[in-house]
C-alpha cells in the first residue's frame, strides 16, 4: 500500500521555467491538498480538491495551477518559476469526514 | 476564521522529562483537532486527533493531548521523553462544517538532550 507518492523528491529549476510536481495516492481518498512548507511558517495552503474535477484555491495560489482529471491524482504546475516559490512542497490526502490527512514525502523545489 | 498558535518555536528538554508542547487554536466553530510529528527529510506523520467524546486522547509513541473547550487548547504531552522524539510538531485544525482543510501551526521543534 503506497499511501500518497509524490516526484519528483527534489528538483533545481532556472527562474522562469514550467514544472510539474505529480501526486498520486491510492486509497480513494475524495481529498487532495498541496501545500508548501517555509521555514518558520508552518505549511501553508496552496490548493486543494474534494473530488475529480473539483479545485479550489487556498491560501496562496498565485503562481501555481492544478487540476483533478481523476480521485487518484493531483499534479500541480508552476507556469512560471520564481526564487520565491523555492520551499518544499507537500501533497496530501484525506477521506470526507473527521479523519487526518495523509502526506506525502515531500519535494525539495529549488528555484534560481 | 481559524488559526493556530504554538507557543514556542523551540523546546528544548532533558531526555526522561516530561515534554509539553502547547497548542492554542481560534475557530468560529468547533474544530478537529491534530498533531503532526515531522522527523527530519521526512513528510508529516499524524501522531493523534480529537474529533468527538473523550477529551484525552491518546496518540502513538506514548504522546497524548488533552482538549479543553474554555481555554480553546490542545496541548501535547509525553511523561519521558526519549531521543527518538526529537523531532518538529505541528498542530493542526479542520473546521466539522465547511472548509475540509487543515490550517496549521508554525510548529515547534523538539530537541531532547542526553
Known amino acids: 500500500n503506497a499511501g500518497v507518492t509524490q516526484t519528483p523528491k527534489f528538483q533545481v529549476l532556472k527562474t522562469g521555467q514550467s514544472m510539474t510536481l505529480q501526486c498520486a495516492q491510492d486509497?480513494?481518498?475524495?481529498?487532495m491538498s498541496w501545500y508548501r512548507q517555509d521555514p518558520g511558517m508552518g505549511l501553508r495552503l496552496i490548493h486543494y480538491?474534494?473530488?475529480?474535477?473539483?479545485?479550489d484555491q487556498g491560501e496562496v495560489p498565485n503562481g501555481y495551477n492544478v487540476s483533478r482529471s481523476t480521485t487518484e491524482d493531483f499534479p500541480l504546475r508552476l507556469l512560471s518559476a520564481a526564487p520565491s516559490q523555492t520551499s518544499v512542497y507537500f501533497c496530501?490526502?484525506?477521506?470526507?469526514?473527521?479523519?487526518?490527512?495523509?502526506f506525502g514525502s515531500g519535494t525539495r523545489l529549488t528555484v534560481v | 476564521a481559524q488559526s493556530v498558535t504554538q507557543l514556542g518555536s523551540h523546546v528544548s528538554v532533558s531526555e526522561g522529562a516530561l515534554v509539553l508542547l502547547r497548542c492554542n487554536y481560534s475557530?468560529?466553530?468547533?474544530?478537529?483537532l491534530f498533531w503532526y510529528v515531522q522527523y527530519p527529510n521526512q513528510g508529516l506523520q499524524l501522531l493523534l486527533k480529537?474529533?468527538?467524546?473523550?477529551?484525552l486522547v491518546k496518540g502513538i509513541n506514548g504522546f497524548e493531548a488533552e482538549f479543553k473547550k474554555s481555554e480553546t487548547s490542545f496541548h501535547l504531552t509525553k511523561p519521558s521523553a526519549h531521543m527518538s522524539d526529537a523531532a518538529e510538531y505541528f498542530c493542526?485544525?479542520?473546521?466539522?462544517?465547511?472548509?475540509?482543510?487543515?490550517?496549521f501551526g508554525t510548529g515547534t521543534r523538539l530537541t531532547v538532550i542526553p
Open positions: 496530501a490526502s484525506s477521506y470526507r469526514g473527521t479523519g487526518g490527512y495523509t
Open positions: 486509497m480513494n481518498h475524495e481529498y
Open positions: 480538491s474534494v473530488g475529480a474535477g473539483i479545485t
Open positions: 475557530s468560529s466553530v468547533p474544530p478537529y
Open positions: 480529537y474529533t468527538t467524546g473523550a477529551t
Open positions: 493542526a485544525v479542520r473546521l466539522q462544517t465547511g472548509e475540509k482543510n487543515l490550517f
